[in-house]
DNA sequence: CGGCAGCCGTACCGTACGGTACGGTTCCAA
DNA sequence: TTGGAACCGTACCGTACGGTACGGCTGCCG
């Protein structure tokens, strides 16, 4: 039996998402010239069966989009046991994570794909991008983060805030210049500082929102 | 005599001028679709002029992006009579204009073309953007910052990452969520709360890097 | 005044690509 | 065995757009 995988009430076969997996893969080497014919060739399948499954190209793109970013899925943080230490571990490895998505070359093609389809007035894309992206590592964060101020390791007002500042002080310059093209970060330029850059941003966003934070 | 603005070596005429301003705002309206010809329509001018002045359509693309970049000059701030008062002010008015900046119709044009531009293994436009837009802040805002730790007002090791820092805080995922169309950041969304964002985003940098900080 | 340079408007060309049509093959089910 | 559904490969169509050519207008300079 074949095995399908759901996503958003999109279902796939097998050979659909090898379809998906060969667009997914022209856009991470062509970058933005994605054309059907390259997708048919390349998939082994006829342009005919394309528009049959996906309807047009914004059908195909949107699925591949959608597919492949429902496929990055960070591990889950146990929120039981909230001590300091696993409170911080938590925090780390939600930053790992989050800096080893953003500077990876799918999630950069992805969100590329998105940018330039938001620069045509749809929107669709990006909100994919974004559901699967930085809101469901909200969607995570924020519990923990609560969880945190119960057991009075976090102080905030607003947990929607101290989310956001987590992304800044995680994120900083780095993806909008991975977007932008900048060659002085090279992918392992970026990567071997992971380590460093997730204990720096862990720090400094226990010394804003811990217990014993002055501000 | 014509006045002409030198802009890293090109020089541009007044009509070369409104042939920008044109491009410029198409690419504003109309998104990514820019073509030649509908520049040609809205500056009243031939397409054969275009060829001859900018060579090609990535040319017309670059001098436009170029030309615009290059005018977003913001204000300077003095570093004379550095006290804990005026270092704090100018960290502010670096947030504010940042956050201003950034947030503008015509910087998401940019950064998107940019973006776009750099997923077809072209980075010229997104060297540009980042010169006159990250790395712009960057090189005023440096100095400041040493001048504040010589001053004993500001404690840091790099002034890179100090600045980095201040990106992220002020930044945070205000720019990604723009660039890729979130419709719950209507524009007043965002610019309503500026003041409160920058006072908030100080407030935080100082915390990490004044003098009196903990980390 | 005559020639020429610059430019506008438009027509034109070539190509790339989205989308459709169709013949041929495989495979399953009645 | 046969009908048909699904699909592959390819040929085809229409259009949009980058780039070129050219005729006509204007204004400057000798």
New interface residues.
Partial sequence: MPVTIKVNEEVFTPRQQAVLTAALDLLVEN???LTMTAVARRASCSKETLYKWFGDRDGLLTATVQWQAAKVRMPQVSRTGLTAKTLRLSIEQFARDLLTVITGEVSI?L?????????????SL??I??ENG?LAIRRRLKPILEAGRDARLLRFDSSE?AY??F???????V???L?????SLTQSNVTDNIEADVK?AT??FF??YGAK???
């Fill in positions: 970058g933005d010239g093609t969100n590329r794909t998105a940018v330039t389809h938001a620069a045509q007035e749809k929107d990006g909100i991008v974004l930085p805030d956001r500042t992304f800044g002080l995680v994120v900083r310059d993806q909008i210049r977007l932008l093209g900048d060659k720096a720090d400094q010394a804003l934070a002055t501000v």
